[in-house]
């Protein structure tokens, strides 16, 4: 099993940038798959994008250009950074990881994007 606390959220203006972090209990090495999820106001949770093991990594299609995941293993972190910040970024940012069959969840770290 594994335990995820994220960090990094908080309030930007349009046009900023944040780096979310993922701190693993255990060595991220062993985690097949780490990711991201975003959930809005009165939506739902959505797939932002994941990272492989072997460091592949994968977005929804919105999320390209302006999103970047990036793994440390070192650190057992995980870390989604984000450009250009839009107020429909707003959202509480989940990490996630895939052990075998089971997934595992982060608390959430909240984004908000306003002037």
């Known amino acids: 099993q594994v335990q995820l606390v994220e960090s990094g959220g908080g309030l930007v203006q349009p046009g900023g940038s944040l780096r979310l972090s993922c701190a693993a209990s255990?060595?991220?090495?062993?985690?097949?798959?780490m990711g991201w999820y975003r959930q809005a106001p009165g939506k739902e949770r959505e797939f932002v994008a994941y990272?492989?093991?072997?460091?592949?990594?994968y977005y929804v299609e919105s999320a390209k250009g302006r999103f970047t995941i990036s793994r440390d293993n070192a650190k057992n972190t995980m870390y989604l950074e984000i450009n250009s910040l839009k107020p429909e970024d707003t959202a509480v940012y989940y990490c996630?990881?895939?052990?075998?069959?089971?997934?595992?969840w982060g608390q959430g770290t909240q984004v908000t994007v306003s002037s």
């Open positions: 996630n990881a895939n052990l075998g069959t089971l997934t595992y």
């Open positions: 255990r060595n991220t090495f062993s985690i097949n798959r």
């Open positions: 990272m492989t093991g072997i460091g592949s990594a």
